[in-house]
DNA sequence: ATTACTGCAAAGGATTTGCATGTGA
DNA sequence: TCACATGCAAATCCTTTGCAGTAAT
């Protein structure tokens, strides 16, 4: 595994595990329950810390979806994702929309963007005819 | 101005100036303060209040800069941000870049993307170059 | 044997809410 | 007039921190 000097310890792998389970990105209180369903002593300030170095390792991606932090696991291929700000929705999106971007950052600003994990709001199409 | 149903009070009138005056994006602190030495009486609870509705009339946008929400008068020329993730330098990226997916999202997914004040994380020129 | 990691409880900060009062239309 | 806004204080929510104990290397 990944000794980049880091202790392996079971709360680690079990919050890596919840991470994993989820089918798409996985708020605080769903890794909390999971991992709570399998080893009850678990804290959440220990789980606050974790996704913290978990993030910082890059072995997870965070994102922002309407004021609630979620979490997924990195490497799988990289994806955005449309958030309706009326009804809540959330569509996925391909990342290929963003290599052109991220390519000219690059170029022209020198700039690293991490553009892994998106949430763009705005309305769906279901909410767009039904009024603002 | 602007009565569409709703009342206009110096409170909502200060404010709105309040975010004018600022050259960029406004934090609610910087917002805060312009109030107060206007107005001392003026209560937090009402400014963010206010703001959410400032925000949802789209008179104001609002994006999140490492979990700081700022606001911004909305309808000037739209710009986005690159956010250093490392030394937390700010650049502005103009907002042809993005209308290319703006156009995509709208016709092949029927979303009306918000795209008015994107924050982009990354690492700048300068961090990339003294090592992760 | 070290020293990183965890658990606990308390602190901290940001935002929201209930309710009485004030006020723009 | 009267519903909408505001002020105030308390409540709530999310996240962080200090410290003592535990465990990975």
Redesign the pocket.
């Known amino acids: 595994m990944r000794?980049r000097g880091?202790?392996?310890?079971?709360?680690?792998m079990l919050i890596l595990d919840a991470i994993c389970e989820g089918e798409e990105h996985t708020s605080?209180d769903e890794i909390y329950e999971r991992v709570q369903s399998k080893a009850p002593?678990?804290?959440?300030?220990?789980l606050?810390?974790?996704l913290?170095f978990l993030c910082e390792l890059r072995l997870v991606v965070s994102a922002e979806i309407d004021g609630r932090?979620v979490f997924e696991i990195a490497g799988e291929t990289p994806h955005h994702h449309l958030v309706c700000r009326r009804c809540g929705a959330i569509q996925e999106l391909a990342d290929y929309h963003f290599l052109e971007l991220r390519t000219h950052l690059l170029r022209e600003h020198g700039f690293k963007a991490d553009i892994n994990h998106l949430a763009i709001t705005g309305l769906c199409s279901q909410c767009t005819q039904s009024g603002t």
Do not use: H, L
């Not at 880091?6 to 680690?12: E, G, I, L, N, S």
């Not at 002593?41 to 220990?46: F, L």
């Open positions: 000794e880091f202790r392996v310890t079971p709360q680690r605080f002593g678990i804290n959440q300030a220990t606050y810390r974790t913290d932090t």
